[in-house]
């Protein structure tokens, strides 16, 4: 039987896996989730995350590289933020950011967000790593 997994046990996890990368990958700096606000359906609501204090607890749909990518539903690489004109600045040690959307059933449910205070630091290979993570993340979530 498929049993339900409570919001703790949700915000544990996640928590957890975002300690992991965090703590794996020194380019790392920041890493954490946004889901769909159930109630409004076209804004991100921020999740677990690892790293510092963020004052963006929700984005609109098309805001910013977390925005665009709930529009989109493809992974977002961004090299060097100060060259994107739709980016919401959390710190000005942050220089490059990657998005990866997490889709469960062919729907858009959040993504994973991470930060990092080196330019490209996110490579083809961290791309595929981390769809592969947000993959699996997906089927629990
Ligand atoms: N930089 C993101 C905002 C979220 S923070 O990185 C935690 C963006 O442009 O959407």
Not at 55 to 80: E, L, N, S, W
Request: hydrophobic share 40%.
């Amino acid at each position: 039987m498929k049993q339900k997994v409570s919001d703790e046990e949700r915000h544990v996890f996640l928590k957890t896996i975002a300690q992991c990368l965090h703590d794996a990958f020194p380019r790392y700096d920041w890493v954490g989730f946004y889901f769909v606000d159930p109630m409004k359906k076209d804004e991100l609501v921020l999740g677990p995350y690892v790293g510092a204090l963020t004052g963006h607890v929700r984005i609109p749909f098309g805001k910013g590289i977390c925005g665009q990518a709930a529009v989109t539903h493809k992974t977002f690489v961004v090299d060097d933020v100060s060259k994107e004109e739709n980016y919401l600045s959390c710190s000005v040690n942050v220089k490059s950011e990657i998005v990866i959307p997490l889709m469960k059933h062919g729907e858009f449910v959040g993504e994973i967000d991470i930060d990092s205070h080196t330019p490209h630091a996110f490579s083809e290979e961290d791309r595929v790593f981390l769809e592969h993570v947000a993959q699996m993340i997906a089927t629990i979530v």
